[in-house]
């Protein structure tokens, strides 16, 4: 969200110098913000708000907006808020208490308390899935960061699905390493999926044996390495793999596939 949004002071008639963004720094935040990152926080149902004048704290009123998008205000009774930012609310309820001679010159402060109708949901491999308020503009790597991270479990990609486009498929590692289109800004109700990694199983002359995630382009040699290693007596050379109900050799530069079931023989003396 634009700094400048963040919290709003308008005076009817002449507008607060804490409320007011130069045009330098709208065009910085333009720099390295999408659009829809320059505008305030729109509001919705089940956003709490605190509205007040500055001076007359009996004005002063917190209140969730009701599921037709309004909220009821000292003098003002029920008004609509829904589809607002806290800035064109603060210049509308100035504007009210003005007109009807409540206040002269009133300095409207409109902040969210509690975020609500604007959310993306995290699901799949992520530590903890669920809906996740947005008060600003989020990159994905933020999300998954909320989140909890990526499970072991998880796969090496993310995958995020927004309403009326086709899901991207975005590498893990990039998302802190590569550059912004790497990297996208999520919106509202989007949904971010982290799938179950394949996995392999390896038992016999290991260290280690069980089911493993593969992460990448995955060998025997990395195989053997990530369940610990040969036992004394194992040997890398008579490897086998079950796949899809069949037994072959595998050497160490083969690559491991999602469901193999990988026996380390016993080394014959």
Do not use: W
């Not at 919106?187 to 990694?197: G, H, M």
């Amino acid at each position: 969200m634009n700094l400048c949004a963040r919290a709003v002071l308008f005076v009817i008639g002449a507008t607060s110098s804490a409320g007011v963004c130069t045009s330098a720094s709208m065009a910085a935040a333009a720099q390295d913000t999408p659009p829809a990152a320059i505008n305030a926080y729109v509001l919705g149902p089940g956003d709490l708000i605190e509205v007040s004048v500055f001076g007359q704290p009996e004005f002063t009123t917190r209140a969730k907006v009701r599921a037709d998008g309004s909220i009821a205000l000292p003098f003002l009774n029920t008004i609509s808020v829904e589809g607002q930012s806290t800035v064109s609310l603060a210049i509308s309820v100035g504007q009210k208490l003005r007109s009807g001679g409540y206040y002269a010159r009133p300095v409207v402060a409109v902040e969210v308390a509690g975020y609500a109708s604007r959310y993306v949901i995290a699901l799949g491999e992520v530590g903890v899935p669920g809906i996740i308020p947005i008060d600003r503009p989020y990159r994905v790597s933020e999300i998954i960061a909320r989140s909890g991270g990526l499970r072991e479990s998880g796969a090496d990609y993310v995958i995020i699905r927004h309403d009326g486009s086709p899901e991207r498929k975005l590498p893990y590692d990039k998302l802190g390493r590569g550059g912004d289109a790497d990297d996208p800004y999520v919106a509202p109700n989007d949904k971010i999926f982290v799938p179950p990694a394949p996995t392999f199983s390896i038992y016999g002359q290991i260290a280690a044996a069980g089911n493993y995630p593969i992460k990448g382009v995955f060998t025997l040699r990395k195989a053997i390495a990530r369940a610990g290693g040969l036992r004394d007596i194992g040997t890398e050379k008579h490897a086998k793999v079950y796949r899809n109900g069949v037994r072959s050799r595998m050497g160490l530069d083969d690559e491991v596939q999602n469901g193999d079931i990988i026996n380390i023989a016993e080394r014959l003396f």
